[in-house]
């Protein structure tokens, strides 16, 4: 006795229609495309359009200028796709670059660039850093600022990234955390070390922030402090708080820190006590003074605490 198929998977088969998930693949739409070319099985948060040349492919809906919302929605050469969306502005960090008028019609459209460390828009859209350089706070530069190591992807370009805090290179360059995980203190983990708080970028990984003291994360996740202003107790000031001095690294931004306890500015900015060493009353020691006992959290540096 012979099988029938079902009417669904007839009807598919006698039209060309479509049917979203049969068989573990996805199967052609309507008219969209031919039945002996099988349409692609796209990930999820992507959809299947098809190009001029009659073939279909995975597109991203929310950030494709091309495909922006919907198949053939393609956005102006002043506009970039975000959220689905036909924009003029990119995120606070980022600069909206357009494609030049003479690039042709078959140039890519608009993009969003972080001029301040992108090395193909360095200090501006289209101002490509050497082969040996890397881009520091819009500049070119051929080392890293102090805290931020050198790194290069497989045949890419170099790049300065923050060991201790890189989703992409924690703890060494290339070495990747896990979807689920945040880089703390050079250590892949599910949360973030003592006195700081778990952050998310636009599109981007989740990343840990000191929101007392970090002038890209002031307060709150992503709030930024306008130069020359430094956080300071997690506001956006002019000057530190007391008990505290300003400090600067070679080539990057102002921050605040306390002399007595601060392990990375120990008497002194940029004075970092040694592996297993606390500061204590602006010194690095061993062990801490009477009174105190030494405590550090998971992955993160120790100090002295009164109990």
Known sequence: MRAK????????????????VALGRLLPACGATELDVPAPLCVLGSAVCEKDSGRSSCVDLQNDNVNCGSCGASCTQDSVCRGGQCVSSC???????TTPPDAGPDANTAYCARTASD?????????????????IKGACASSCIHGQSLCSSDGGAAYCAILSSDNANCGGCGHTCGAAQVCSSGTCSSECAAGQSLCAQDGGGPYCASLSSDNANCGSCGHTCDAPQVCSGGSCASECAVGQSLCV???????????????????????????????????CLSGCPGGQIRCAGDGSAPYCATV
């Open 5 to 20: 198929l079902p009417r669904w998977l007839f009807a598919w088969f006698s039209r060309g229609c479509i049917s979203l």
């Open 91 to 97: 995120g606070g960090a980022e600069t909206l670059c």
């Open 119 to 135: 090395n193909k828009n360095c200090g501006g859209c289209g101002v490509e850093c050497g082969a040996q350089e890397v881009c």
């Open 249 to 283: 690294q070679d080539g990057g931004d102002p921050y605040c820190a306390d002399f007595q306890t601060d392990n990375g500015n120990c008497g002194s900015c940029g004075n970092l006590c040694g592996s297993g060493r606390v500061c204590s009353m602006g010194v």
